[in-house]
């Protein structure tokens, strides 16, 4: 855990960039070379990609390697028109946390190289592989790809011939900082445990977003941990902990209060916990959480349509009905946001609402806004006799609606959609999305 994983860009048969009587896989290799000497002067772990692994075969030997807690840098050499400078870093677009990381490695590189200008810590997704790079993105670790200069340019390339050893040094200060603040990242965040009414003595840990909780509770609760291997468990600060999501085989309910950072336990059968069913309510879940849902289900979900999860939120909330719900509708509807059915994107119809003159397309909306109201109107008619509180209404069936009639969503089935599952359907996107926290 905590090593440096150090590829030179490009291999022995792709020479990247051609430039100037050199390439730019020859600078990276040379480079690489005396950034592992300083590493090892400084007493830093590290490997080394082998370099006839192809960008494929590197992702690979990466991800085969690698634990927990390394970082991974691929080196580069630019080019372009040959007038052009600098160095610059690139990270997974919006982590923030490792936009921070190539922040500091091209901080650390520029400080020992005065002469080298700067082109900035960037997002992956600004260089001509609009998707983003796989370096950056398939690695399963944090990594990071630094282009050290534009080796078309003569002043950079002389730069870098000259001063390698700077390139070098700078490297290995910005990795070494990037490093430690990484594994400082892994201490995780406590939280607090309710069980029913009573708040538990003892703290739980997040870990990527799930909630654990300590083994000896779990023992309390009746359960036999031992004897069940398949309960996730991790040890940290030697206490073991359990996942808790994994408690609700045992008719264990989970939730998670995000205000005050408690995993809640609830020992009544989940059969009779029915509330999440009933669309007029409150739901569980933060927009992030909605967010790394569906992109779970689909990576690009969110590219066209990056508010919807907040959206969701603000929309149900404003009218009283569970957010989870419509945004599990939508990820029905929409096959999480794939639109591989008769309704396209630019429609920003979420649910499948037809239109008031019934043509076969279905309704069509401005923006995302309108479309997701519209569906939160549309649940509000079906579960409930209130007022819509956010005027105009929007939804061009919203009159056609026999209010009130299907409180829970085991109702919308032969409603909404002629599917009698159609609540089934609904209940079970849920339950992978609580699943997954
Ligand atoms: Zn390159």
Redesign the pocket.
């Known amino acids: 855990m905590g090593r440096i994983i150090l590829s030179a ?2 291999d022995l048969r792709d020479p ?2 051609v430039a100037l009587g050199t390439t ?2 020859k600078e ?1 290799r040379l480079t690489r070379d005396l950034v592992a000497k300083e590493l090892k002067a400084r007493g830093a772990d590290f490997i080394s990609v082998p370099d006839y692994l192809s960008l494929t075969g590197t992702i690979r030997w990466v991800n085969a390697n690698a634990v927990p807690g390394d970082v991974a840098i ?1 080196l ?4 372009f028109n040959g007038s052009v400078r600098g160095a610059e870093a690139f990270y997974i677009a919006k982590n923030t946390q490792r936009q921070k990381d190539a922040q500091i490695l091209l901080d650390a590189l520029l400080k020992a190289v005065p002469g080298l200008p700067s082109r900035g810590a960037k997002p992956d997704t600004v260089t001509m592989h609009r998707s983003g790079l796989a370096f950056c993105r398939r690695i399963a670790v944090a990594s990071l790809l630094l ?1 050290l200069c534009f080796i078309d340019n003569r002043e950079d390339l002389k730069l870098l011939q000259t001063y390698r050893d700077k390139f070098a040094q700078g490297i290995a200060d910005g990795l070494i900082a990037w490093n430690s603040r990484n594994l400082k990242q892994r201490e995780f965040p406590l939280i607090n445990i309710r069980v029913k009414d009573n708040e538990y003595e003892e703290k739980g840990v997040l870990v990527n977003n799930n909630s654990y909780i300590p083994s000896d509770l779990v023992e309390l609760l009746g359960i036999k941990v031992a004897s069940l291997p398949e309960i996730r468990q991790i040890s940290y600060g030697n206490i073991v902990y359990i996942k808790a999501i994994d408690l609700q085989k045992f008719d264990i309910a989970i939730a998670w209060e995000n205000q005050t950072r408690t995993v809640v336990l609830d020992l009544r059968p989940r059969t009779e916990l029915s509330g999440s069913e009933q669309i007029m309510g409150l739901g569980n879940t933060t927009a992030s959480e909605l967010k790394s849902f569906i992109e779970s289900n689909n990576e690009n979900a969110l590219a066209k349509f990056p508010d919807l999860p907040e959206l969701y939120i603000q929309e149900s909330e404003l009218e009283g009905v569970n957010h989870d719900i419509a945004f599990c509708q939508m990820c029905l509807h929409t096959n999480y946001l794939r639109f591989d059915g008769r309704i396209k994107p630019d429609q920003n119809n979420f649910c499948g609402l037809g239109s008031a003159d019934g043509s076969p397309s279905g309704a069509s909306f401005p923006d995302p806004k309108t479309g997701v109201t519209a569906q939160i109107q549309h649940l509000k008619a079906y579960a409930s006799n209130d007022l819509i509180k956010q005027q105009p209404i929007v939804d061009p069936r919203f009159d056609f609606v026999p209010r009130g009639v299907a409180p829970s969503i085991y109702g919308l089935g032969r409603r909404w959609l002629p599917d009698p599952h159609y609540g089934d359907k609904i209940k079970s996107i849920m339950m992978r999305l609580y699943g997954v926290f």
């Open positions: 860009g490009h990247g960039a730019e896989s990276m691929d580069h050499g630019n080019a282009e």
